[in-house]
């Protein structure tokens, strides 16, 4: 049975850091090109950041480039998304999910490419 677990959302204070980590049972998940994507209330869904399946491509949003990192930790089996510099507007459910039919150089913003999703973890950005 596959399952992803996001963790590491929360509160915190505009300028402030969080670590998302996705963890899979189930699954190896340096198999898979993996993306985060997050959801406001009232917003559409947004591709966040993507990682590919060899680690050397990675996308993130224009509204995040430059303050968050997706990293991948093979021994661990488990993707990360490190954010910092955090603004109001970064507050959403952050979602993790794999993408099983991408090739190992590429990853997709496109959600409905995606075939696994985890059950998302709260990030609340305020003061």
């Known amino acids: 049975q596959v399952q992803l677990v996001e963790s590491g959302g929360g509160l915190v204070q505009p300028g402030g850091s969080l670590s998302l980590s996705c963890t899979a049972s189930g699954f190896t998940l340096h198999y898979y090109a993996i993306g985060w994507f997050r959801q406001a209330p009232g917003k559409e869904r947004e591709g966040v950041s993507c990682i590919s399946s060899n680690d050397r491509s990675t996308y993130y949003a224009d509204s995040v480039k430059g303050r968050f990192t997706i990293s991948r930790d093979k021994g661990q089996n488990t993707v990360y998304l490190q954010m910092s510099s955090l603004k109001p507007e970064d507050t959403a459910i952050y979602y993790c999910?794999?993408?099983?039919?991408?090739?190992?150089?590429?990853?997709?913003?496109?959600?409905?490419?995606?075939?696994?999703w985890g059950q998302g973890t709260q990030v609340t950005v305020s003061s």
């Open positions: 999910a794999v993408d099983a039919m991408a090739p190992y150089y590429n990853c997709s913003a496109d959600g409905s490419q995606y075939d696994y």
